[in-house]
Structure formats: C-alpha cells, structure tokens
Nanobody, 127 residues
C-alpha cells in the first residue's frame, strides 16, 4: 500500500483560496489514481475530486466543479487540491486516498473504491 499525508488545511474567509497537498510514500505513487474526499461533522464522507495516474483525466463533484482543481506531480510523489472561491459549506476534514484504478463516476459510496487513506486536514471557511 501507499502511505499518504495531507497538509495545507487551515482557516480562510469565504471567497478565499487554499491548496492542499497529499504526500505519498511506499509503493510507486504513479501506479495509483488519487482522490480527495471530505467529511463535515455529522455528515457522510463525500467525494470531491479524483485524477488518474498521470493527471490526464480528472473527475469532480458537481459542488466543486469550476472552483477546485486536482493535480499531481509524480516526480514529487505529491497530489494537490487547489480550492478557490471557498464557501462556508466547504468546511470539513479533507482526506486524500489512493486506488490502483481510476473509475469514475464517484458518487455515493465512492470512498469504498479507495484502499489507502491519509489522516486528514481540517479546512474551515468563515463567513
């Protein structure tokens, strides 16, 4: 399995931006599709975005399409989630996850596709 560590979360005002990073170690990073998920208090973990092994294909939840961008650098073993125009409803713990196969669409239950997870990073958007 690949080990994942998220960073870059924090407190930001509505309309602001943050960039999350997901650093990988262990197995070959470029072998994996990477997904970002989030979980707000009292809510189910929900899919945010995913990218295939080389970043050539991406898939987004409708709630973030046009505001968030997923990318990766296989030379740095790191994936990113650029979040712009943040809203209070984006407040959640954000997790990155790895799956050997890129298999959109990722709807309800999409998290079960991913076998390796990071510990999460908190994003709080104030109004």
């Amino acid at each position: 399995q690949v080990q994942l560590v998220e960073s870059g979360g924090g407190l930001v005002q509505a309309g602001g931006s943050l960039r999350l990073s997901c650093a990988a170690s262990g197995r070959i990073f470029s072998s994996y599709a990477i997904g970002w998920f989030r979980q707000a208090p009292g809510k189910e973990r929900e899919f945010v975005a995913a990218t295939n092994w080389n970043g050539g294909n991406t898939y987004y939840a409708s709630s973030v399409l046009g505001r968030f961008t997923i990318s990766r650098s296989n030379t740095r073993n790191t994936a990113y989630l650029q979040m712009n125009s943040l809203k209070p409803e984006d407040t959640a713990v954000y997790y990155c996850a790895a799956d050997p196969t890129f298999r959109p669409p990722y709807g309800l239950g999409g998290a079960t596709s991913f076998g390796s997870w990071g510990q999460g990073t908190q994003v709080t958007v104030s109004s």
